[in-house]
Structure formats: C-alpha cells, structure tokens
C-alpha cells in the first residue's frame, strides 16, 4: 500500500453518463495529481494541484473536470466521455511539486471503459 | 524536443538471470531521473531516483546507473525473479518552472520472466 486509494477501481460508464473519481492520499502531502495512462503511451500528466489549488491542467478537455477540497482529497469528474478516453487514471501525492527530487506516490488506478 | 526513449519495448527471461533496461533522454536542463516498476493492473512504484551528482543507486537487487554527460541511464536486476514481471517507466524531470514542463515520462519496457 502506498497511502494513495482510488475508488472505483473499475468503472464502466456510457458516453452520455456523468461520473465521478476519488482519490484521497493519507500521507499528509501538499500535491496531488491526475494522470492518464493508455496503452502503449507514456503517462500523461492531466492535472496538478499544489494546496488545493489548481497548478496545471495540460490542456485537458473540459468533459474531465477536477475538484480538490482539501489537501487529501482529489476527485475528477466525468461527462460526455468519448470512447477514446478509456484509460487507466492514476492519481498520485508527493510532498511538494514532483520536479524537484520528492517521491510521487500513486494509487492503483481507475480502470475506467466508456462504451 | 524533450523525450525519454526507453528500450527494448519488451524483454523476456528465464527466472535467475540477470538483465539491464535502457532510458536515454534529451530533457535539458536535467534535475533528476527516476525509475518505476508498475504492475498490470497497479500504479508506479519508485525504485529509484538520481540526481546530476549521482552515478548508481540500488534498491535489492535494483541498481540504476545514470551518465548525465551522454543522457543515459540503465536499470539492472540481477538474479530476477517471477514477481520481476511487470513495466519499467523511466522518469526524468527538467529545470524547475512548469511543473508540467519538468517531468517527462517513457513509454516504459515490459519485463516478463519464465520460471
């Protein structure tokens, strides 16, 4: 265990469905990060939060939309997904911004399948 | 163009043997490399990560090796074993500003060992 859960695990959801992520990481971090993973590609980094406010958003579309409450909770919210956002989303906490030498942690993931 | 180019895609071996990945990069300026064993089906887990200053690292039976004048880097395991089988992501971050501009992530090489 990393001290980063993410729920659901699985999600399988239709194009026209609103859903949402959960990520809570328990390890006292101040950064918190969206990432997606397809097959064969390089991990893409989506969102950054750093204090609960929003650092970064690599010009994601706007049917993925981020929320971050607190310091330990981070969730991503899902709408009018296309088929070709079926993905891995990982969600990962370090101690400070990740370009400097602090460890990322990352969850399991969320399988997420849009049919 | 900053990439990170990891190689082979994929390797195979017999459990006990040793065997050496490959991460070659172009991100400019360098802050540090990293690398990750992620499992099918789980999120990255560091191994190790190197800063310019440092040659070798190791983790067990993990050992990085980082040249910061010719841009590579390798990870070798020796003795490996079953629970080896997994993707190995090669990590490296660039000069502190964006964030999203400082870490660049490779595509990854499957490691599967046989018994």
């Known amino acids: 265990e990393t001290g980063v859960t993410q729920t659901p695990r699985h999600l399988v959801m239709g194009m026209t469905n609103k859903k949402s992520l959960k990520c809570e990481q328990h390890?006292?971090?101040?950064?918190m990060y969206w990432y997606k993973q397809s097959a064969k590609k390089p991990l893409e980094l989506m969102f950054v939060?750093?204090?609960?406010?929003?650092?970064e958003n690599n010009s994601v579309p706007s049917r993925f939309s981020p929320e971050c409450p607190n310091s330990s909770h981070l969730f991503l919210h899902l709408h009018t997904l296309q088929p070709e956002d079926s993905a891995l989303y990982l969600c990962?906490?370090?101690?400070?911004?990740?370009?400097?030498?602090?460890?990322?942690?990352f969850g399991p993931g969320t399988r997420l399948t849009v049919t | 163009k900053n990439q990170v180019e990891q190689s082979p895609q994929s390797l195979i071996i017999l459990e006990g043997k040793n065997c050496t990945l490959q991460c070659n990069y172009t991100v400019s300026p360098f802050s540090n490399l990293r690398w990750y064993k992620q499992d099918t089906g789980r999120g990255p887990v560091s191994l190790t990560i190197?800063?310019?200053?440092?040659n070798t690292k190791s983790n067990g039976r993990y050992t990085a090796t980082l040249d910061a004048d010719t841009k590579q880097s390798s990870l070798h395991i020796t003795a490996s074993q079953l629970s080896d089988s997994a993707s190995y992501i090669c990590?490296?971050?660039?000069?502190?500003?964006?964030?999203?501009?400082?870490?660049?992530f490779g595509r990854g090489t499957q490691l599967t060992v046989w018994p």
């Open positions: 990962a906490s370090s101690q400070d911004l990740a370009g400097s030498t602090y460890e990322q942690y």
């Open positions: 390890l006292g971090h101040n950064a």
């Open positions: 939060y750093n204090f609960k406010e929003q650092t």
């Open positions: 190197m800063t310019f200053s440092e």
């Open positions: 990590v490296v971050s660039g000069d502190r500003g964006s964030t999203l501009g400082r870490l660049y």
